[in-house]
């Protein structure tokens, strides 16, 4: 996929109705996410997120998107691959501005080069009691990333074709912070799998990105 094809998804996906639960509950881990009341009450004391989803060309001109692995630490998400993105500040204007502060902090790109293409539907995440807001954006180039050490292992470039592809998706087992070898919904792109919350906003993003073909 081309420039000239980022181009014309970016004109056409904001005018896209938003999939929502229809397209999160699908990769939604059924032992922890897996009905429509548990992703809809959001508790008072839910902390406020932000993640972006960066679409920019390879060095091929192919589109991509990024993903991160997370630092091992004690907590919920050690490890686990994610969007960029965290906790929203008090200094923050709004949940974009959070999404952008944050993707600088952990991997290191400029938000003057970044362009907002549309938000996504909110997800809500039990384990760690995060109330989450996506967004898909693109850049120009790819960025120069800079993994920020104490919590990003590495960065992950993944072609949105991966994304986009019939076998994308497939099951299989993981241990979690709520259960041990449960077999859920994922993304596999190469050697990583992709599960919980963030293959749940993937799966919007995927739809939204099908229509918009």
């Given at each position: ?10 004109s056409?996906i904001g ?6 639960l ?5 990769m939604a881990?059924p ?11 959001v ?5 406020k997120a ?9 060095r091929?001109?192919?589109?991509n998107f990024c993903?991160?692995?997370?630092t091992t ?10 969007f960029?993105g ?5 200094g923050?204007?709004?949940f ?9 902090e952990?991997?290191?790109v ?9 938000d996504?539907?909110t997800?809500?995440?039990?384990p760690?009691n995060f109330y989450v ?10 960025p120069?990333?800079?993994a ?5 292992d590495?960065?992950?470039e ?17 241990t979690?912070s ?6 859920v919904p ?6 990583y799998?992709v ?7 993937l799966s919007e993003?995927?739809?939204m990105?099908?229509?918009a073909?």
């Open positions: 996929m081309s420039l000239d094809y980022l181009a014309q998804l970016t056409k005018e896209i109705p938003k999939p929502g229809t397209a999160q509950l699908k881990p032992q922890r996410f897996g009905t429509k009341d548990t992703l809809l009450e508790p008072k004391n839910a902390k932000a993640v972006l989803m960066l679409l920019y060309p390879d091929n001109s192919r589109i993903l991160i692995q997370r630490y004690d907590g919920k998400h050690s490890g686990q691959i994610s960029p965290g906790k929203r500040e008090d923050d204007r709004d974009w501005a959070t999404a952008l502060r944050e993707s600088q952990e991997v290191g400029d938000p003057a080069t970044i362009q907002l293409i549309t996504l539907s997800t809500y995440i039990p760690s807001y996506p967004f898909i954006a693109y850049t120009d180039k790819r120069d990333f800079i920020e050490e104490g919590e990003v590495h960065v992950i993944v072609p949105l074709t991966d994304l986009l592809g019939e076998n994308a998706i497939q099951d299989g087992s993981i979690a709520y259960a041990s070898k449960v077999v994922m993304f596999v792109f190469g050697e799998r599960w919980g919350a963030t293959a749940m906003i993003a995927r739809e990105i099908h229509l073909k």
